[in-house]
């Protein structure tokens, strides 16, 4: 069994910052790409920024420059640094995670999501 958790979120203003972390824990056996997708209100979820083992990164147009995302593999953990913050991205932030598990079945992985709300 495998599980994903995210923390981090919460309440900050217009320009502000907050940084997410993700930690996947359980029967892993190797993690490939891990990412961060957020849900607003009333939207689809979309994909927010993801990074592979290689360090290839991906990053949707309206948060280049803005957040950053990062891992430590010794950690099993993902982070989305987060500056600059504006109201258009509040949201339920999630955490996906492409794994291997022992039993040697490749999943993706999801967390329960956490809440980012930017005040104007």
């Known amino acids: 069994q495998v599980q994903l958790v995210e923390s981090g979120g919460g309440l900050v203003q217009a320009g502000g910052s907050l940084r997410l972390s993700c930690v996947a824990s359980?029967?892993?056996?190797?993690?490939?790409?891990m990412g961060w997708y957020r849900q607003a209100p009333g939207q689809q979820r979309e994909l927010v920024a993801r990074?592979?083992?290689?360090?290839?990164?991906a990053y949707v147009d309206s948060v280049k420059g803005r957040f950053t995302i990062s891992r430590d593999n010794a950690k099993n953990t993902v982070y989305l640094q987060m500056s600059s913050l504006k109201p258009e991205d509040t949201a339920v932030y999630y955490c996906?995670?492409?794994?291997?598990?022992?039993?040697?079945?490749?999943?993706?992985?999801w967390g329960q999501g956490t809440q980012v709300t930017v005040s104007s």
């Open positions: 359980g029967s892993i056996f190797s993690i490939d790409t």
């Open positions: 990074l592979s083992t290689s360090g290839s990164t």
């Open positions: 996906a995670a492409d794994i291997w598990t022992t039993s040697w079945k490749r999943n993706a992985y």
